[in-house]
């Protein structure tokens, strides 16, 4: 089983930058594509961004393409997400997920951590 666990979050202003790690407990890494996901206090959890097994792949939800960047080192058992101009929208709780493939069953979740972002 995947343990996962999500660091990077905090408080920041409008337009300022967060990058997450999730690192992984697994050492077949490799072979699992990864996920963000975000909940915001009395919404759904939604989709942020995945990553294939290899990282030749990668997806975004509209609401961060071109602002969020997730990217995954095998050789470090993490993924990250690299957010850049921050809106108080994206204020949430961010998890970070694994799955057999990109487009798969999400069955390993990480803790989360908040991402706080003031105007």
């Known amino acids: 089983q995947v343990q996962l666990v999500e660091s990077g979050g905090g408080l920041v202003q409008a337009g300022d930058s967060l990058r997450l790690s999730c690192a992984a407990s697994?050492?077949?890494?490799?072979?699992?594509?990864m996920g963000w996901f975000r909940q915001a206090p009395g919404k759904e959890r939604e989709f942020v961004a995945a990553?294939?097994?290899?990282?030749?792949?990668?997806y975004y939800a509209d609401s961060v393409k071109g602002r969020f960047t997730i990217s995954k080192d095998n050789g470090r058992n993490t993924v990250y997400l690299q957010m850049n101009n921050l809106k108080p929208e994206d204020t949430a709780t961010y998890y970070c997920?694994?799955?057999?493939?990109?487009?798969?069953?999400?069955?390993?979740w990480g803790q989360g951590t908040q991402v706080t972002v003031s105007s």
């Open positions: 997920a694994a799955a057999s493939t990109i487009q798969g069953t999400y069955r390993y």
């Open positions: 697994e050492r077949t890494f490799s072979t699992y594509a």
């Open positions: 990553i294939s097994r290899n990282s030749a792949n990668s």
